[in-house]
């Protein structure tokens, strides 16, 4: 209700956070996993309910359910009442089209490439970086099975900590496996993340049913090799089912990439996968935005009041 209240004062409304408020606006945006976890008919419900077996998936329903219920309710008619409906990615998209009826645009979220490029031709180290959120959905008790297979590599972990829980079982892992090559590091700052980007040589992602999966872009940009599971967003919009980078279905198929990758072609893709990450850039996002509001409303004049309101 407040949200349409103050729709009234813009010329144009987008809501980034569709799938979490459901308001409808001019241009909807879902980029999130949310909507797609409470419902049973996704790959990201059922990879939710192997996250979180038992009485604390359990636990995630009855927090949930309720707002899944106002959310079925709502969401029709907020699609409905926005101009143009987009997706984060063609995986999310796939899935909004299978949920509720509605073919979404595509346009990927912007990605600062600048902050972490770093030349394909310059040396790289046998480093493997996987970053992100320390939460039970990002998959990263698959590293230290996949460091055992790769004892020339160091592995590295890097992120925020939502969840202490979630480094404490991934330090015991770690000490019950006797393994020395793999490095947890919480809450690094930009210089120290951009220095680690630098020197791993291939960025290891480990979320199956990532929506996007922007830091596989930034490692991208910092010519890493993704290496991401044959699923979500990262294998179907990012490396484009392969062609930019490598898909694994397990820790063995993981491992076995890493170390059957020689030079040359080591080489050439890190270059393909540099250029790749540069279509993701911020650059690119406004242009996109910009091209649907022209669209919508006809070119910019700048005698007409044009206000984005989020």
Not at 70 to 97: F, G, H, K, W
């Amino acid at each position: 209700m407040e949200f349409r209240k103050i729709s009234r004062e813009f010329d144009v409304t987008i809501n980034t956070q569709g799938d979490l408020v459901p308001a409808a606006a001019d241009i909807l945006y879902l980029q999130g996993e949310s909507m797609f976890t409470m419902h049973r008919r996704s790959d990201v419900h059922d990879s939710w309910i192997r996250t979180y077996p038992g009485w604390r998936y359990a636990l995630y329903r009855a927090y949930f359910t309720p707002y899944a219920w106002y959310l079925d309710r709502v969401m029709p008619s907020c699609l409905q009442d926005s101009s143009v409906v987009l997706a984060n990615s063609s995986y999310s998209a796939t899935i909004v089209e299978k949920q509720m009826g509605v073919k979404a645009d595509v346009i990927h979220p912007p990605v600062d490439t600048a902050k972490f490029s770093y030349p394909p031709e310059a040396p790289k180290e046998k480093v493997v970086i996987s970053v992100g959120r320390f939460s039970a959905e990002k998959g990263y008790e698959i590293i230290p099975r996949i460091a055992r297979l790769c004892r020339a590599y160091e592995f590295v972990i890097a992120g925020t900590v939502t969840s202490r829980a979630v480094v404490d079982k991934l330090e015991r892992e770690i000490s019950s496996s006797g393994l020395s090559n793999v490095r947890i590091m919480m809450n690094v700052p930009v210089g120290r993340l951009r220095s680690l980007y630098a020197q791993a040589q291939f960025y290891l992602h480990t979320h199956p049913t990532e929506p996007f999966g922007m830091t596989v872009v930034e490692g991208m940009s910092a010519s890493c090799i993704p290496l991401v599971p044959k699923s979500g967003g990262p294998w179907y919009d990012i490396t484009g089912r392969g062609k930019y980078g490598i898909g694994y279905s397990d820790e063995t198929d993981a491992a076995r990439a890493i170390l059957n990758l020689g030079e040359r072609e080591a080489s050439e893709m890190r270059v393909l996968a540099k250029r790749r990450s540069e279509i993701f850039s911020e650059t690119r996002y406004k242009r996109e935005i910009a091209g649907i509001v022209e669209r919508l409303y006809g070119p910019y004049s700048s005698g007409r009041r044009r206000r984005h309101h989020r």
